[in-house]
């Protein structure tokens, strides 16, 4: 497995991984799936007040979520929620007009970070990498974010 995943292979995973019969892709993604999968309803309406808070379109599907920390200037522990578009980071100590959020298409690349962490590269070299840590399972959060 490589240490960095590029924007195109983020988005060849995501044109495919919807009408693919491929069953190791389905199984896991499958295993990828939070805790919320066995509760349909619950999820809805979480994913529903998550779209409201960041302004998601209806046409856009959450996906799974991870715990995970955003570091900027201090830890912030949360949630990292992905999308079958974006990425967006949820906490209860960051306003969510401050929470890190992203379009795939804005990612240039994802790579790991230390022992627990990954680096979101963003396309404009402008804009700082989004960098989040403290993930139980580091590498089934990259695998959930390529089928997505």
Same mark, same amino acid.
């Given at each position: 497995?490589?240490?960095?995943?590029?924007?195109?292979?983020?988005?060849?995973?995501?044109?495919?991984?919807?009408?693919?019969?491929?069953?190791?892709?389905?199984?896991?993604?499958?295993?990828?799936?939070?805790?919320?999968?066995? /509760?349909?309803?619950?999820?809805?309406?979480? %994913?529903? @007040?998550?779209?409201? =808070?960041?302004?998601?379109? *209806?046409?856009?599907? &959450?996906?799974?979520?991870?715990?995970?920390?955003?570091?900027?200037?201090?830890?912030?522990?949360?949630?990292?929620?992905?999308?079958?578009?974006?990425?967006?980071?949820?906490?209860?100590?960051?306003?969510?007009?401050?929470?890190?959020?992203?379009?795939?298409?804005?990612?240039?690349?994802?790579? /790991?970070?230390?022992?627990?962490?990954?680096? %979101?590269? @963003?396309?404009?070299? =402008?804009?700082?990498?989004? *960098?989040?840590?403290? &993930?139980?399972?580091?590498?089934?959060?990259?695998?959930?974010?390529?089928?997505?």
């Amino acid at each position: 497995m490589s240490d960095t995943m590029t924007n195109s292979s983020m988005h060849s995973v995501s044109q495919s991984a919807g009408t693919s019969n491929d069953t190791s892709k389905m199984k896991s993604r499958s295993s990828m799936t939070s805790r919320m999968d066995d /509760k349909p309803e619950k999820q809805r309406e979480k %994913f529903e @007040k998550l779209r409201k =808070k960041f302004g998601a379109s *209806d046409s856009e599907t &959450f996906v799974t979520s991870f715990a995970c920390s955003w570091k900027k200037r201090m830890s912030n522990k949360g949630r990292l929620y992905v999308s079958t578009s974006a990425i967006y980071f949820d906490a209860t100590m960051v306003r969510s007009d401050k929470a890190p959020r992203c379009a795939f298409t804005d990612i240039a690349t994802a790579e /790991k970070l230390g022992e627990r962490g990954i680096r %979101f590269v @963003k396309t404009d070299p =402008k804009e700082p990498p989004l *960098d989040f840590t403290s &993930f139980a399972k580091r590498d089934d959060t990259l695998t959930a974010i390529r089928l997505t």
